[in-house]
């Protein structure tokens, strides 16, 4: 690699695949979501269920916020085959907030600070098709990926089974890594400039670090 190489932002090279700019370039901020307490709590057990039924209210406002900005996104003309009904979040989440907190839950859960941050950052840049598929890429392919280990251990932990853990399941996609890999092609097949480029890195790195804040909101709230 050239000192001019490495003087270049990440993402700017046009012979790596956005993709791969985005794997490589989010590597440590994702190592640094994996290790949050709260994450870890939750992997091991540790987490009362209370913490989990507060991290779907808080999943509730960011995917509300990043799927209507898709949703506008798809009005405009503008979302280039990067929206997916089969990824839409919102109705599951709502379906495991009924369960977790009863009917009355909109009048039971709270959204928290780093929550208002993240959602607020969603609604300023999610018109623009290049942040907007960085935040996509965060969460979605986050579901798509460790959202399915974290699954398998909220239902061994708490014995819950489909009920209260909806918003991991994608009932109409039938195999995770081809459309993972479809995906990833959209990705790729963006035309943008090597400056929109870094943009979406930079923008997936603060995806990245929005998770954590919220992350730490939570455990907060829910760790001793
Ligand atoms: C304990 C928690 C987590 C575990 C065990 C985990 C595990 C994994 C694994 C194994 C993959 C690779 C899957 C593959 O290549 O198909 C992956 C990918 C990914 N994860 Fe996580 N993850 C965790 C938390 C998170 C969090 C909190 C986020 C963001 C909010 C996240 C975002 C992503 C993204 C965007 C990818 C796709 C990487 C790429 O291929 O470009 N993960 N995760």
Redesign the pocket.
Known sequence: MTAQTDERAPGTDADVPL??A??AG?RA??ED??R?PF??H??DGRLPLAGYADLAAQQHAVYRALEAAGDRLVAAGADAGLVFAELERVPAIEADLTHLHGPDWRARVRVLPATAAYVARLEEVGDDLPRYAAHA???????????Q??KR?IERHHGLDGDGVRFYDFPQIHK??PF?DAY?ERLDALDLTPAQRADVVEE?RL??RL??AM?ADLGAAHLS
């Not at 890429?137 to 959202?147: C, F, H, I, M, P």
């Open positions: 993709s791969a985005l794997r989010t901020d994702h979501a994996e949050s994450v870890e939750l992997v890429y965060t969460r979605y392919l986050g579901d798509l990926s460790g959202g280990v974290l251990m995770l890594k993972k990833r997936a995806a990245f998770n954590r992350f």
